[in-house]
């Protein structure tokens, strides 16, 4: 299996600008996770959907960020409009059930 | 709510030494805890994890017991090599099931 894909691996942008960064889960998965991670902070659970649906998006910042799944196959992570602070590593994971949860090589993002 | 405290970083050692890293965690229950790790420039792997109390977890010569008493779960190997440097996450279930709390990380540098 290829494992969790995601894209871009890096990203820089300007202030302002609307980034969305991709993911693709393990095939047969039900879960899928984006988390952040910062010097800060560490690593934060940002929202997870199973079956495509959102069930917990608590950890969502605020409302510049927003998260889709459409399909059993692909999610988006959207931040519009882009703030310096949102610089960090956004990870992808997935799991079936309760099994075990793999990560994503994750999105490097700086926010000029 | 729950949350995972473990040693702040960096730890320095030389080849061969013992190693430990201290990781607690606080839970309404008894969630399954693990130890993720993350080698630079990619994202996280499941090291070991243990479901229930008293469950030894062990991987590559890692291993860590579920201590409910102390509400613990340390990381330890007995003899660490200069590829074992890395980042170091314990990690507890949230009460969902399906999320994680992840703890800050600590950071493992075995020089030669």
């Known amino acids: 299996d290829a494992g969790v894909i995601q894209s871009p691996r890096h990203e820089v942008t300007e202030m302002g600008q609307e980034v969305t960064l991709r993911c693709k889960p393990i095939s047969g998965h039900d879960y899928l996770f984006w988390y952040r991670q910062t010097m800060m902070r560490g690593l934060e659970l940002l929202i997870y959907?199973?079956?495509?649906?959102?069930?917990?998006d608590s950890g969502m910042p605020e409302d510049r960020f927003s998260a889709k799944m459409p399909n059993a196959s692909f999610s988006t992570l959207k931040i519009q409009p882009s703030e310096p602070r949102d610089s960090a590593v956004y990870f992808c994971?997935?799991?079936?059930?309760?099994?075990?949860?793999?990560f994503g090589p994750g999105t490097r993002l700086l926010v000029l | 709510g729950d949350s995972v405290t473990q040693m702040e970083g960096p730890v320095t050692l030389s080849e061969e030494a013992f190693l430990t890293i201290n990781c607690t965690y606080t839970a309404t229950g008894y969630p399954s805890l693990f130890w993720y790790v993350q080698y630079p420039g990619e994202g996280l792997q499941l090291l070991l994890k243990a479901t229930k109390a008293d469950d030894k977890g062990s991987n590559k010569g890692f291993e860590a017991t579920y201590r409910k008493e102390t509400t613990s779960f340390h990381l330890e190997k007995g003899s660490v090599q200069v590829s074992d440097s890395a980042v170091y996450f314990c990690?507890?279930?949230?009460?969902?099931?399906?999320?994680?709390?992840f703890g800050k990380g600590t950071s493992l540098l075995v020089t030669p």
């Open positions: 994971a997935s799991r079936q059930g309760l099994a075990d949860q793999y």
């Open positions: 990690a507890s279930e949230t009460d969902s099931g399906y999320a994680l709390n």
């Open positions: 959907f199973n079956n495509n649906v959102p069930i917990d």
